[in-house]
């Protein structure tokens, strides 16, 4: 048997924007020994700045984040301050303002290379957090009061009380822990890309039903010489994809403006695009033997509603705020403390799933049954408030404001 190297209370498998984020949560508690393991040799590359890629941040899980983040330089990003739904080739719409709901903005607009780099220089070098970097895990062995992970399928092994998972949709390490993974293929592409405008945005984030699917843009700050822009979540469909790829940009311009229209203004250039295939995937379980899975690593989301990033925040608000409980802080790993963490989840989860999935039911369906009831009811939230603060709230994530109390 190889020799344990090293030991620890808790061991996160993915150094990414959630790994990160819960291993400074947990070293600021001050009471656990943490090990980040990586697979990727640097921290985020370098890109050119209009081909950036963006989060929508709620105003809940921006608020968490910016708490702490606490140091001289804020979290940089574009407030969301108006939203607007529409339907294509309907009458159906529906907008939001700040001000209705007494906050500064509705979300914030963040750049992943940004967040990445901020949450970075915090937890490199912190005395609680040791990273492996790269590395891979290729083998796990549970015992009753550990969980032994061999790295690099080599010699090295070190033991946890505790293994998170956090490596996102495609994680080896939650297949080697034995969660199940099941997909819901929707039928559909996003292309991703960065649009510049011929005026500034004035904090407008749009979404737009179309026949093919969802169509957003988020606003960011100016990246170049242009006016505005905006960041582009495009559902398109498979058979679309080789060919919008392909596609002279002031071809793909023109398509884009004749799908959006000129609500946002005119559309004056566009970064080289990227697509992926759009699924709803999830894990049954979110806990086994001293393991948990988090983010993209327990769920995948359509990005209709721009949920996924916000879910895994409340995770690992959810997480953190379990094992600052003075309960756990002999074995955060215990039964008593995974299975209470996944019934808190349970709820919040669920919801959010269901609705994500029955938006891309309802709003990628030209039947003219849901056709007539999706209009109806954009156009009955555009005419009774209390309609309306619910989608905002679900926008803000202020039914999770409960779960930050007393966390940092």
Request: aromatic share 8%; hydrophobic share 40%.
């Amino acid at each position: 048997m190889a020799q344990i190297e090293a030991e620890f209370d808790l061991v996160i498998a993915g150094g990414g924007a959630i790994g990160s984020t819960l291993a400074l949560a947990l070293a600021k508690l001050g009471q656990y020994r943490i090990g980040v393991i990586e697979s990727s040799e640097s921290q985020l590359p370098p890109s050119n700045a209009f081909d950036t890629r963006v989060i929508a941040l709620a105003h809940q899980s921006y608020q968490f984040l910016t708490t702490l983040l606490a140091d001289e330089y804020p979290l940089l990003g574009t407030d969301i301050k108006h939203i607007h739904v529409s339907d294509r080739g309907h009458l159906g719409q529906c907008q939001l303002h700040h001000d209705e709901y007494r906050v500064p903005a509705l979300g914030k607009v963040v750049e992943i290379n940004h967040l990445g780099e901020r949450l970075y220089q915090q937890v490199a070098n912190h005395s609680a957090i040791q990273w492996f970097r790269p590395a891979h895990i290729s083998k796990l062995d549970y015992h009753s009061d550990t969980v032994d992970i061999t790295l690099d399928g080599q010699s090295q092994v070190i033991s946890t009380r505790l293994l998170v998972i956090t490596e996102g949709g495609n994680s080896s390490t939650r297949q080697l822990a034995g969660f199940e993974w099941q997909t819901k293929a929707y039928g559909q592409s996003a292309l991703i890309a960065n649009v510049a405008l011929d005026s500034p945005h004035q904090h407008w984030a749009y979404e737009r039903f179309t026949e093919n699917g969802p169509l957003a843009l988020l606003p960011m700050d100016a990246c170049g010489p242009h006016a505005g822009y905006y960041s582009l979540v495009w559902t398109i469909h498979p058979e679309q994809q080789e060919d919008y790829l392909a596609m002279p940009r002031p071809a793909l311009l023109r398509r884009l403006q004749q799908e959006f229209g000129y609500r946002a203004g005119l559309f004056k250039d566009i970064s080289q695009p990227v697509c992926y295939p759009l699924t709803l995937s999830s894990s049954d379980t979110l806990t086994r033997h001293r393991t948990v899975i988090l983010g993209n690593a327990a769920q995948t989301l359509h990005p209709i509603a721009g949920q996924g990033m916000n879910l895994g925040l409340r995770d690992v608000q959810t997480l953190v705020a379990q094992l600052s409980a003075p309960l756990n802080h002999h074995d955060p790993g215990s039964y008593r403390c995974l299975d209470t963490y996944a019934r808190q989840r349970c709820d919040d989860r669920r919801k959010t799933m269901n609705l994500t999935d029955g938006l891309v039911g309802v709003f990628s369906n030209s039947q003219q049954p849901l056709v007539f009831g999706r209009n109806a009811g954009l156009m009955s939230m555009a005419l009774m408030p209390e309609l309306r603060a619910k989608l905002a709230m679900q926008a803000m994530g202020a039914q999770q404001q409960e779960n930050i109390d007393g966390i940092l």
